[in-house]
């Protein structure tokens, strides 16, 4: 429930945005026109390599704009695979699989935090208690709701649901 009164106050701001410009991704901060709004959260985890310690339980929430071009900027709040509060602010993009209006693939990029003792030394790059991390997923999306697959690195993939607004 904390989530998602943190996540209300990023929907009002983001679905304020009315204005066309160049479609940059720096748009987003010059009231562009955002084509669409993504609130998600994560149905099912799983990991290749099962530990004890892992959870499968994320209660992932997320908010991601979509602009002109199909680039994406997002935020997600979730519990990691060991149960520890992190999230993950990122930019990518979305490309149609086979020109197909249901169909695509999309790519993210950001950083991760939330990563601690004892267990900070499970992603790469993690130093200061920020990592950078690479997510591809794919989905499908019918009307006003789509479904995700996505890829944690070598470690897991989760099957997340939204609507977009």
């Given at each position: 429930m904390?989530?998602?009164?943190?996540?209300?106050?990023?929907?009002?701001?983001?679905?304020?945005?009315?204005?066309?410009?160049?479609?940059?991704?720096?748009?987003?901060?010059?009231?562009?026109a955002v084509e669409q709004r993504n609130f998600y959260a994560s149905l099912y985890t799983t990991h290749?390599?099962?530990d004890p310690d892992h959870n499968n339980s994320q209660h992932m929430l997320g908010l991601e704009v979509e602009l002109k071009g199909s680039?994406?900027?997002?935020?997600?709040?979730?519990?990691?695979?060991?149960?520890?509060?992190?999230?993950?602010?990122y930019i990518g993009k979305k490309w149609r699989v086979l020109e197909s209006d249901r169909w695509?693939?999309?790519?993210?990029?950001?950083l991760l935090h939330g990563y601690e003792e004892p267990y900070e030394d499970k992603i790469p790059l993690n130093?200061?208690?920020?990592a950078?991390?690479?997510?591809?997923?794919?989905g499908y999306s019918y009307k006003n709701f789509f479904v995700e697959f996505a890829?944690?690195?070598?470690?897991?993939?989760?099957?997340?649901?939204?609507?977009t607004f």
């Open positions: 904390i989530r998602l009164l943190v996540m209300l106050p990023l929907l009002v701001a983001f679905s304020q945005a009315q204005a066309d410009t160049d479609g940059s991704y720096l748009d987003l901060f010059q009231r562009s290749y390599a099962p680039r994406l900027w997002g935020f997600a709040m979730f519990d990691n695979s060991f149960g520890q509060k992190s999230q993950y602010l695509y693939f999309k790519l993210t990029g950001g130093g200061l208690g920020i950078p991390a690479i997510v591809p997923a794919i890829q944690l690195g070598f470690a897991a993939g989760m099957i997340n649901v939204g609507k």
